[in-house]
């Protein structure tokens, strides 16, 4: 288990979930930790802005709800390889 620099988050600045795991931590200790969403998988380090670390101040366009993932689109197929010319 990391043990991170600074309490885990309440809730995740993109989502407002509350599954929030550490990913990692500065190699010195106690500078910086990353936390991951287990939820929409956004992650952020404890270091950025408040814009990016505070669900009250993270962007309106870029919030998500939960609730509607299942609605988002899904990314297109790959499609298959050209055949090369030689």
Sequence with gaps: MISPAEPVPA???RCRAT???VRS???VA???TIW???TCLYAWRS???IENTNPDHYPVPFRLDPSQFS???VD???PPPRKSDH
């Design 25 to 27: 931590t500065s190699p």
């Design 11 to 13: 809730e995740c600045p």
């Design 19 to 21: 599954k929030i795991e």
């Design 36 to 38: 991951a969403c287990l």
């Design 47 to 49: 270091t950025e802005p």
């Design 71 to 73: 609605d988002l689109p």
């Design 76 to 78: 297109p197929a790959i």
């Design 30 to 32: 106690g500078v910086w």
